[in-house]
């Protein structure tokens, strides 16, 4: 079984720039989570799809970053226009169900760095 | 709001030691409650978890104990081996579906051969 994946691995750009990164999770899972990670800190959610829908959004950032999923497969995470401290990994995770013991697999990240 | 605390933030045994790493959470509704072990360059990966209606879990040299009253949960990793040097996360979640993980900031275990 292909696990989640995540593209790019790695990303760098200027502040002010726009970055989108893809998350591509297990096939048949519905839910699809988007977490971030800042240097030394702890890994911080940042949303829940369920399908196509978005069922929490509560640890998105700010109004910079949109997260699509259109057709309940892949997602998207756009970062527009990136600031510096939106540097860190960007994790995707999915999982079958969500209730509190179905396994979230998590993608290895992308690591964004904003110059 | 909710928030998960983990100590140490790094820790370095010698291989054939034991590693302990404790965790505190705030919210009381939690219930569930998963260690997450990323290597470096990997992506995090579930190696054991363990659910509010038990105290303690053990898979093989792993092992985690939990103290609802308390509010505390712990990792400890019994005969540590080179292989064992990682990034470990603790997280709790509630019960409720839809309910976000909440993770800690995570503990760097060295393991010196």
């Known amino acids: 079984e292909a696990g989640v994946t995540q593209f790019p691995s790695h990303s760098v750009i200027e502040k002010g720039q726009t970055v989108t990164l893809r998350c591509d999770p297990i096939s048949g899972h519905d839910n699809l989570y988007w977490y971030r990670r800042v240097m030394g800190k702890e890994i911080k959610f940042l949303l829940h799809?369920?399908?196509?829908?978005?069922?929490?959004e509560s640890g998105m950032p700010n109004n910079r970053f949109l997260a699509e999923r259109t057709g309940g497969t892949y997602s998207t995470l756009k970062v527009q226009p990136a600031e510096l401290e939106d540097s860190g990994v960007y994790f995707c995770?999915?999982?079958?169900?969500?209730?509190?013991?179905?396994?979230?697999?998590f993608g290895p990240g992308t690591r964004l760095t904003v110059l | 709001g909710e928030n998960v605390e983990q100590h140490p933030s790094t820790l370095s045994v010698q291989e054939g030691d034991s590693a302990v790493i404790k965790c505190t959470y705030s919210d009381s509704a939690s219930n569930y409650f998963p260690w997450y072990k990323q290597e470096l360059g990997k992506r995090p990966q579930l190696i054991i978890d363990i659910r509010s209606n038990v105290g303690e879990k053990k898979d093989q040299r792993i092992a985690v104990t939990l103290n609802k009253t308390a509010k505390h949960f712990s990792l400890h990793i019994t005969e540590t081996q080179p292989e064992d040097s990682a990034v470990y996360f603790c997280?709790?979640?509630?019960?409720?579906?839809?309910?976000?993980?909440?993770f800690g900031p995570g503990t760097s275990l060295s393991v010196i051969p």
């Open positions: 995770a999915s999982s079958q169900g969500a209730i509190s013991t179905d396994t979230q697999y």
């Open positions: 997280a709790a979640r509630r019960a409720t579906s839809y309910d976000k993980v909440i």
């Open positions: 799809f369920v399908k196509e829908s978005k069922q929490d």
